[in-house]
């Protein structure tokens, strides 16, 4: 059974971290990322990374402060969370790429753990 366990997520306040992890079983994955959804808002990407490589893209409002990362022999990526901001509160949703052609396009989704951060 293909699946990807978020956890990590909780309650910190403001200039705090946190760190992610997202566990991947099931089979490997050619890329990974991690998207946020907050109340009312759309979904955005807020980092990627791909497995082969290791090439890393972010969102321009997380550049700085969230660093993400992937241990392959433990088919796990992780997103270290730094500087925190009442504005990164949201579900943060782990996703992958099961094409090795494609490792941008998600075809896996996680359950998302909250993230919640006060002022």
């Known amino acids: 059974q293909v699946q990807l366990v978020e956890s990590g997520g909780g309650l910190v306040q403001a200039g705090g971290s946190l760190k992610l992890s997202c566990a991947a079983s099931?089979?490997?994955?050619?890329?990974y990322a991690w998207f946020r959804q907050a109340p009312g808002k759309e979904r955005e990407l807020v980092a990627a990374?791909?497995?082969?490589?290791?090439?890393?893209n972010y969102a321009d409002s997380v550049k700085d402060r969230f660093t993400i990362s992937r241990d392959n022999a433990k088919n796990t990526v992780y997103l270290q969370m730094n500087s925190l901001k009442p504005e990164d509160t949201a579900v943060y949703l782990c996703?992958?790429?099961?094409?090795?052609?494609?490792?941008?396009?998600?075809?896996?989704w996680g359950q998302g753990t909250q993230v919640t951060v006060s002022s």
């Open positions: 996703a992958a790429s099961s094409s090795p052609f494609t490792p941008d396009i998600y075809t896996h």
């Open positions: 990374i791909r497995s082969t490589g290791g090439r890393t």
């Open positions: 099931g089979r490997t994955f050619s890329g």
